[in-house]
């Protein structure tokens, strides 16, 4: 019997240590020390390595760290291996995932958990899984004449990685910001373009509802006309339709 008590006890400190490691994981997690976190949970795992927690949460510390992303997929799949039933573990997925800009992979991370439980947090994760994708898809400079209604002239839009939207009309180019809904169908695209005149204490004008879509034949655009609710089908004078590429080298 002096065996097995010796065994209990070492079992009871070792779970005790890989507690009180785990512990100082997420302490040094919340004071932003993240390398000092992965080490604590690294520590943990060594001595008690069935832990889905510290899985979960080393991959949320090597995501903050950056530069890690493959390590944190690599925990977030190991944490989903060990709790199936763990949502969390999805949406450390999903994270990784965008971080190596594998958005299809994301949002079947999201939809495998999504499965389990219809969790709100995980839906919302989707949604930006799905607005961050399409958000990637149209980055760069794309080129196109709007409606005979609208001036007919030649514009040029290039989305860039910030969210910042540079629109070039009739050789005048202002910066504003875009944001997209990826969760809508078709895809709602924002943008939001600063105005210079606008007298003191007159409130900014609204952003630009437009829908959106991408495909072979470009990007697909449709703004409002005469009015400002988003428009619902590609047609009328608030269409045009983007080829990639910039209006100088087109």
Request: glycine share 8%; net charge negative.
């Given at each position: 019997?002096?065996?097995?008590?010796r065994?209990?006890?070492?079992?009871v400190a070792?779970?005790?240590?890989?507690a009180?490691?785990?512990d100082?994981g997420n302490?040094?997690?919340?004071?932003g020390?993240?390398?000092?976190?992965?080490?604590?949970?690294t520590?943990s795992l060594?001595?008690?390595p069935?832990q889905?927690?510290c899985?979960?949460?080393r991959?949320?510390?090597?995501?903050?760290?950056?530069?890690?992303?493959?390590e944190a997929l690599?925990?977030?799949?190991?944490?989903?291996e060990?709790?199936p039933q763990?949502?969390k573990g999805y949406?450390?997925?999903?994270?990784?995932?965008?971080?190596l800009r594998?958005?299809?992979d994301?949002a079947?991370?999201c939809e495998r958990g999504?499965n389990i439980?219809?969790?709100?947090?995980l839906?919302?994760?989707?949604?930006?899984?799905?607005?961050?994708?399409f958000?990637y898809q149209i980055?760069?400079?794309?080129h196109?004449?709007?409606t005979?209604?609208?001036?007919?002239y030649?514009q040029e839009?290039?989305?860039?990685?910030?969210?910042?939207?540079?629109?070039?009309?009739l050789?005048?180019?202002i910066v504003g910001?875009?944001w997209?809904?990826?969760?809508?169908e078709?895809?709602?695209?924002n943008?939001?373009?600063p105005?210079?005149d606008?007298?003191?204490g007159?409130p900014p004008?609204p952003p630009?509802p437009?829908?959106?879509?991408l495909d072979d034949?470009?990007?697909?655009?449709?703004?409002?006309y005469?009015?400002?609710e988003?428009?619902k089908?590609?047609?009328g004078?608030?269409?045009?339709l983007?080829?990639?590429g910039?209006?100088?080298?087109?």
């Amino acid at each position: 019997q002096v065996p097995a008590v010796r065994l209990a006890s070492s079992q009871v400190a070792a779970a005790m240590s890989a507690a009180e490691k785990k512990d100082e994981g997420n302490a040094k997690f919340k004071a932003g020390d993240f390398q000092g976190a992965i080490n604590a949970y690294t520590e943990s795992l060594a001595i008690d390595p069935t832990q889905h927690l510290c899985f979960s949460n080393r991959s949320a510390s090597y995501l903050k760290l950056g530069n890690s992303a493959a390590e944190a997929l690599a925990d977030a799949q190991r944490c989903i291996e060990l709790a199936p039933q763990f949502l969390k573990g999805y949406s450390r997925e999903a994270a990784a995932l965008q971080a190596l800009r594998r958005y299809e992979d994301a949002a079947a991370a999201c939809e495998r958990g999504l499965n389990i439980d219809n969790d709100t947090a995980l839906r919302a994760i989707l949604a930006e899984v799905k607005s961050n994708h399409f958000a990637y898809q149209i980055k760069g400079c794309w080129h196109g004449q709007v409606t005979e209604a609208l001036g007919g002239y030649e514009q040029e839009m290039e989305f860039m990685e910030d969210t910042s939207v540079r629109v070039e009309v009739l050789g005048r180019s202002i910066v504003g910001r875009f944001w997209v809904d990826g969760g809508a169908e078709p895809k709602h695209l924002n943008i939001q373009i600063p105005m210079t005149d606008i007298p003191p204490g007159v409130p900014p004008p609204p952003p630009v509802p437009y829908i959106a879509k991408l495909d072979d034949q470009g990007l697909h655009l449709c703004c409002p006309y005469m009015q400002m609710e988003r428009p619902k089908e590609f047609s009328g004078p608030g269409f045009v339709l983007m080829k990639k590429g910039s209006l100088t080298k087109a």
